[in-house]
């Protein structure tokens, strides 16, 4: 077993995370698997093994049933559950979106298993639910009234949020936007929709809601992932985030943190580490179908080990540098000074 990756002198929990999923039989929409599938809970010690503290779920991967089982052979582990996450996009059911469904049978479904993922949340000992907009969307123009869904939207979390209060301060909510695919639209696309939809929420349930932005997701709508982080930051939202590589706009990669980007990623960490920020930090990332089984932590190993190397260059950018250049209005030279600090060069 490898030790676990650690940040120094980051607030809060300073381990990583990753999700279950991430380490998949290496099935695409053109092919099905092409390595044997790890039954859930034995993918737990693969996680530790490759130096994760935290692990996260689906309720298709981690049903209500198997949460006893889970939180012991996590806590045996040394591992905790940083987020868990209603499925709203694996059952056909939902193929056409659960809270946004035009069908009022299939919201009312959707509404239930987030209750119960709520409960299941607080069951696993984590603090975070995250909702992913999987299916929430549209292929086709005038499928949907647009208004409505973002009417059952606001609804639908008003619900899900005041069941939530019974649990006082335990339990939040971490929505976690992306541009399309599945759907070739889809509804909270991006951090500036998802804080709008916040401030559309009843005053009570507001404060539990916050965002789980992508880098990559940031990358396939085109934005920025820095300055998405930021804008959660300063709307006091940021509740948890998901690092990953993305190359360009693309299908969903889920590549290694650290692979495409070095230089944003580096910049990223020091927006985190100013911040002050103190949620999990973990990956998304997707162990790629031309790896073996036996090769299949690869892709956990190689984005904590960047991300540990990128975090350390990160505390050691001289903030008093950055400030000379934005002063001096040199943004080409800043970027020149990053690029020092990430290749080890005075
Ligand atoms: C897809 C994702 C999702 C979410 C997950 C939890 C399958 O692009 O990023 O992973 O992260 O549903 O929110
Ligand atoms: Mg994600």
């Known amino acids: 077993m490898r030790n676990r990756f650690i940040l120094k002198a980051k607030a809060g929990p300073s381990g990583v995370g990753a999700g279950v999923w991430n380490l998949g039989p290496g099935g695409d929409p053109f092919g099905g698997p092409t390595r044997e599938s790890i039954p859930i809970l034995e993918r737990l010690p693969l996680l530790a093994e490759a130096g994760m503290s935290f692990y996260e779920a689906h309720d298709h991967e981690i049903p209500p049933a198997d949460a006893g089982k889970a939180a012991k052979i996590a806590g045996q582990l040394g591992l905790s559950c940083a987020m868990y996450t209603p499925s709203f996009f694996a059952d056909p059911i ?5 809270m946004t469904s035009n069908d009022a049978a299939i919201r009312g479904k959707g509404l239930e298993n987030a209750r119960t993922a709520v409960d299941t949340t607080v069951a696993l000992g984590a603090r975070t639910m995250v909702f992913w907009n999987g299916r929430e969307g549209f292929d086709f123009v005038l499928a949907k009234n647009g208004r409505d869904s973002f009417k059952r939207l606001v609804e639908g979390f008003n619900a899900v949020g005041q069941y939530a209060r019974k649990y006082g301060d335990k339990v939040r909510f971490a929505i976690e936007p992306k541009p ?13 929709e998802v804080l709008y939809l916040i401030s559309r929420l009843d005053p009570e349930v507001q404060p539990l809601f916050g965002v789980n932005p992508e880098t990559a997701h940031s990358r396939i709508a085109g934005l920025d992932y820095i300055w998405d982080v930021e804008l959660c930051l300063e709307a006091g939202k940021l509740f948890h985030i998901h690092l990953n590589g993305q ?3 693309r299908f969903d990669q889920d590549l290694p943190f650290g692979y495409t980007e070095p230089l944003k990623d580096l910049a990223l960490l020091v927006v985190l580490q100013d911040a002050g920020y103190a949620d999990f930090i973990c990956f998304d990332v997707k162990a790629p179908r031309t790896d073996s089984v036996e090769n299949i932590q690869d892709i956990l190993t190689v984005s904590g080990q960047n991300l540990v190397w990128l975090w350390e260059r990160a505390l050691a950018v001289d903030r008093s540098k950055i400030e000379q250049f934005r002063a001096e209005n040199r943004p080409t030279a800043l970027t020149g000074y990053l690029a020092s600090c990430l290749y080890g060069t005075k």
């Open 180 to 192: 399309n695919e599945p759907r070739a639209n889809m509804y909270l696309a991006n951090v500036g």
């Open 247 to 249: 190359d360009g706009q």
């Open 94 to 98: 939902f193929k056409d979106g659960a």
